[in-house]
C-alpha cells in the first residue's frame, strides 16, 4: 500500500511513466488521474479565476515588502483589522510565551496539551464576550466543524444562512440534524423556515455576523425576536466582527443590542485578535462542557502554541483596557466608501472595513487587482468560486493603521486603474 502511494506521488511530481519505481496497475490510475488535474488546472486558468499568492518579506502591516524586490506597498486586503499583528506589545508577549511556555505542546488538550495560558485566555474570551465559558480551537474552521455535529441530533434542525461562510456550510453538513437553508438575511423566509422546523426538538440558527464577501451585517435584532417567537436559538460567527465592532469591540451583537439573547459565539484570533492562529466557541458552560468531550477538531487537534496563546491574550488585554483602536475604524471607513461612491464604483456591504469593489467580471477583478499593485497598492481580485459567477469584485479591508493619505492614495489608484479598464466613465 505505502509502495504504491510513493509511486504516485512521483507521477504527479512528474515521475515519468518509466520510473522503476512505478508499478504496472498504478501507473495507469497515476497517469490518468495526473491528466484529470492538468486540464481541469487549466480550466481554472482559462476562465481567469486562476488565484496567485503574492509572497510577502516583511511584517504584516499597512506598509509590506514582497518577495523579488516590491517595496513600500500599500496592503488593502489583510483581516489586520486594528493593526495588531504587528503591534510591539502583542510582539513581545509571544515572544515572552515562546520563552516561558516552549514551542508547542505536542499533544492534544486532554492528553498532556493543556497549560496555563490556555486556561487563562479561554477565561478572558469568555469575559470579552460576557460568556459563562470558552473553548479553544486551531481555527474557526475547526469550531465551526466541531459545534454542530456535537450539539445537534436527528431529533433538531438548524436554519442557516445561505451566504454564510464555507466553514459553517461544511461544520452543518457533518452533523445530522435536519437543515434548512433561508434566502440571504431575508427575515421572511426564515420565518417561513422556523414554522416548518417547529417539528423539531430544538431549532438552531446560523447566521455570520458579518459577512466576509460582500460586507453585509446580519439583522440579528430580527432573528433573535424571530427565535424568541418560535422558541429557538441563536448562533453566530464572528470572525469579521470581533474586536472593532460594537462600541466596545465585542462584535455584531454589542453593536446591535442583544448579547443577551444570542447563545453560542464562535470567532477567530487570527484576525483582528493578533493575527496569528486559532478560534473559539463561547456560550453556556454546559456546551462547552460537551464540546471538550465530544467536539472532535478540539479532541484530535494538537493545543494552540504558547506564542499564539501569547499574542491573543495580549490583544484581548489591549481591547478591554480601551476602545480607541476600535473605535477609530469607523472614520477610516466611511473616508473610503464616500470617496469610492463618489468616484462612481458600487461598494457593496454598509458601513464595515470590508469593503468589496463591485466588478461582475472576473478577469477585470483580476487585471484590474494587478495593475493596483504596479501602482503600489496591494489587493486581491475574488472570483468563483470564492464569490458566486457574476459576482467577482475586488475586497478592499480597511485597518485601524491605515492613515487617511493611505486610504486617498488607495482611491486615486482605483480611479485611475478603473478608467483604463473601463470599469470607470
Not at 470558552?134 to 444562512?161: K, R
Not at 496563546?309 to 471607513?333: F, P
Request: aromatic share 6%; with cysteine.
Amino acid at each position: 500500500m505505502w509502495r504504491g502511494g510513493v509511486a504516485a506521488v512521483g507521477l504527479l511530481r512528474g515521475r515519468g511513466a518509466g520510473s522503476p519505481r512505478a508499478a504496472s496497475g498504478a501507473t495507469a490510475a497515476s497517469v490518468q488521474l495526473r491528466r484529470r488535474l492538468e486540464k481541469e488546472l487549466e480550466g481554472i486558468r482559462g476562465a481567469g479565476t486562476w488565484k496567485n499568492e503574492r509572497v510577502i518579506a516583511s511584517r504584516q502591516g499597512p506598509h509590506l515588502h514582497l518577495a523579488g524586490g516590491g517595496a513600500g506597498i500599500l496592503n488593502f486586503c489583510a483581516n489586520n483589522y486594528l493593526g495588531l499583528s504587528s503591534h510591539p506589545e502583542v510582539i513581545r508577549a509571544a515572544v515572552e510565551a515562546l520563552e516561558t511556555f516552549g514551542a508547542g505542546l505536542s499533544s492534544v488538550r486532554f492528553i498532556c496539551g493543556t497549560q496555563s495560558i490556555h486556561k487563562d485566555l479561554e477565561e478572558k474570551i469568555a469575559r470579552f464576550h460576557q460568556r459563562e465559558d470558552a473553548i479553544l480551537y486551531a481555527s474557526c474552521f475547526d469550531a465551526n466543524a466541531g459545534i454542530f455535529e456535537a450539539l445537534l441530533t436527528p431529533e433538531d434542525a438548524v436554519l442557516s444562512d445561505e451566504l454564510n461562510h464555507a466553514s459553517i456550510i461544511d461544520g452543518i453538513r457533518l452533523c445530522k440534524a435536519n437543515k434548512y437553508r433561508y434566502k440571504h438575511m431575508d427575515m421572511q423566509d426564515l420565518e417561513a423556515k422556523l414554522q416548518e422546523a417547529q417539528k423539531h426538538r430544538l431549532r438552531l440558527v446560523a447566521t455570520d455576523g458579518a459577512f466576509s464577501m460582500d460586507g453585509d451585517i446580519a439583522p440579528l435584532r430580527e432573528i433573535c425576536q424571530l427565535a424568541q417567537k418560535y422558541d429557538a436559538l441563536v448562533f453566530i460567527d464572528e470572525c469579521h466582527a470581533t474586536g472593532f465592532l460594537g462600541p466596545n469591540g465585542r462584535g455584531t451583537d454589542e453593536l446591535l443590542g442583544v448579547m443577551d439573547k444570542v447563545t453560542i459565539v464562535n470567532s477567530t484570533l487570527g484576525k483582528a485578535l493578533g493575527g496569528a492562529a486559532g478560534g473559539y466557541t463561547t456560550g453556556p458552560k454546559p456546551l462547552i462542557d460537551l464540546l471538550r468531550q465530544r467536539s472532535r477538531p478540539y479532541l484530535f487537534s494538537n493545543s494552540l502554541p504558547p506564542a499564539v496563546v501569547g499574542c491573543a491574550s495580549k490583544a484581548l488585554d489591549l481591547l478591554m483596557e480601551s476602545n480607541a483602536i476600535a473605535q477609530s475604524m469607523a472614520a477610516k471607513t466611511q473616508r473610503f466608501r464616500s470617496k469610492m461612491t463618489a468616484a462612481g464604483f458600487t461598494i457593496s456591504g454598509k458601513d464595515h472595513p470590508i469593503c468589496p469593489v463591485m466588478l461582475g467580471d472576473a478577469r477585470l477583478a483580476s487585471v484590474m487587482a494587478e495593475d493596483m499593485l504596479n501602482r503600489g497598492i496591494y489587493v486581491i481580485g475574488f472570483s468563483y468560486p470564492v464569490v458566486p459567477k457574476g459576482k467577482a469584485r475586488i475586497r478592499v479591508q480597511i485597518s485601524a493603521v491605515h492613515s487617511d493619505e493611505d486610504i486617498d492614495r488607495c482611491v486615486e489608484a482605483f480611479i485611475e486603474v478603473g478608467r483604463k479598464h473601463g470599469a470607470l466613465p
